[in-house]
């Protein structure tokens, strides 16, 4: 019995369960208490602006703000997630975590309990559209009349254009989806795609996925502004003091204008597709070493060059948003963990080795995918996005009966779906958040340039 505790002791530490506030915790007022523990608890909700799991490494731009606060303080940061924003305020009120890292509404009432800190952001809803599209740019909600927007059913988006169509009389096609299978992003994402005409985000949302999606036009704003800051409590008021300080100081800042771009302005796609030359039967310069490591694996190197291909354009000094690297895009912590050196992570043969490494380990931790083909599929989406939110979705495919080791229509679904709070906020569900979407699409990419360098090139 004791061995059997000890393995599912291990297990939850190395499975990366999401963080829980301590049950009991040393009273922690303010900023003294904090520098004596040398620690600071942020209390946020997984999101694609404030926190996620990335390839297994903590990211989100309210996080690396935060991050950057307490290393200012010299305090480590521990971050604990809630499920919603009433719930933070309630851990907040507890003492479960001392800072809000997530822009909570500016409310009178609010103001009553908490003391709003850091940066107040000005927020309003914006109409989602395609530049490219046949129709013109709407520029005037006046315009919207006739038009058919699509929105989550019971959302604050819902609210909005309901209001907006009765303000106008009436005339707006207002299409309402069910929240529980679509949500406000992927919404967005299919209007890039052509699916659907329009939709309705906040400004941030649309900026982040205009990073993504270069196609869109966010222009038209349909809302007030909404106002939004950080919080603490009100026996914390050096902490916000010196919380105020810091974004004060550093709001010009290049570190912090960095982060602003990563999140809001780089884009996080190629900005060109390099046409392959196959007139010589090769894919790339590096055929060679693609063959020699893809035996090691025994994937068709045709295969190897397809992900190389997807994940840098055959660029070895490419690197990420989110600071992967070279051909095969390491992240340095990946690297690390496979032996390759961070000043030897660009070298392509290095790089190369390092990825067949990890890719090497995700296939025996798939090896209950007796179907090699299937198999594949599960080892590309864990490599894009980290095993844990595939394991997260194979779990979810287990609990509403599905089949956990296929990936179309089944795994595949719920990696879409942990986007959605709804799901990811389930409690077998161990990594949060994801853009589900990205990975789906990686998975479905990487085989398509397989099928075509098969047909044009020999084995």
Not at 419 to 430: G, L, P, V
Request: charged content about 25%; overall charge neutral; proline content about 3%.
């Amino acid at each position: 019995m004791p061995k059997l505790i000890c393995i599912i002791l291990l297990f939850a530490f190395v499975s990366g369960c999401r963080p829980k506030a301590e049950e009991t915790s040393p009273k922690r007022e303010d900023l003294p208490d904090m520098l004596a523990t040398k620690e600071l608890r942020v209390l946020t909700l997984y999101s694609s602006t404030s926190y996620f799991l990335y390839r297994g490494e903590e990211r989100g731009y309210e996080f690396e703000l935060a991050r950057r606060f307490a290393l200012s303080q010299g305090l480590h940061i521990k971050v604990i997630v809630a499920e919603n924003t009433s719930k933070l305020i309630e851990m907040l009120e507890k003492g479960e975590g001392d800072i809000v890292a997530y822009t909570l509404p500016v409310t009178n009432e609010l103001r009553q309990r908490l003391i709003y800190c850091g940066e107040e952001i000005i927020t309003q809803q914006v109409l989602v559209q395609q530049r490219n599209n046949k129709e013109k740019i709407i520029k005037d909600v006046t315009e919207l009349i006739g038009k058919d927007i699509y929105v989550e059913h019971n959302s604050k988006f819902d609210d909005r254009i309901t209001h907006l169509n009765e303000e106008l009389g009436g005339g707006i096609n207002i299409h309402k989806i069910n929240k529980d299978t679509v949500t406000n992003e992927d919404l967005i994402g299919m209007v890039a795609a052509g699916e659907i005409p329009y939709t309705l985000a906040d400004d941030n949302i649309a900026r982040l996925n205009k990073t993504y999606y270069s196609n869109i036009n966010i222009s038209l704003k349909i809302s007030f502004p909404q106002r939004s800051s950080w919080a603490v409590r009100k026996n914390s008021p050096l902490l916000a003091e010196a919380v105020d300080k810091w974004f004060g100081e550093n709001h010009n800042s290049t570190a912090y204008k960095s982060i602003l771009k990563r999140y809001f302005e780089n884009s996080k796609r190629p900005h060109t597709k390099k046409i392959l030359s196959l007139s010589k039967g090769q894919i790339s310069i590096y055929d060679p070493l693609f063959k020699k490591y893809a035996k090691e694996l025994d994937w068709d190197w045709r295969l190897i060059a397809s992900q190389a291909y997807q994940e840098s354009q055959f660029d070895t000094t490419a690197v990420s948003w989110a600071g992967a690297q070279g051909l095969m895009q390491l992240m340095p912590s990946t690297a690390k963990a496979y032996g390759l050196e961070i000043e030897k992570i660009k070298n392509p043969e290095a790089n190369l080795k390092a990825a067949i490494e990890s890719m090497k380990a995700l296939n025996k931790s798939f090896a209950k995918i007796e179907d090699r083909n299937e198999r594949i599929k599960f080892i590309l989406a864990a490599y894009n996005s980290g095993i844990g939110h595939i394991y997260d979705a194979m779990e979810l495919a287990k609990k509403y009966n599905k089949n956990p080791l296929m990936w179309d229509n089944n795994v595949a679904e719920f990696v879409l779906l942990k986007s959605n709070s709804e799901f990811f906020n389930d409690s077998i569900c161990k990594f949060g958040y994801l853009r589900g979407r990205e990975t789906v699409n990686y998975v479905k990419e990487v085989l398509d340039y397989y099928d075509e360098y098969k047909s044009k090139i020999k084995q």
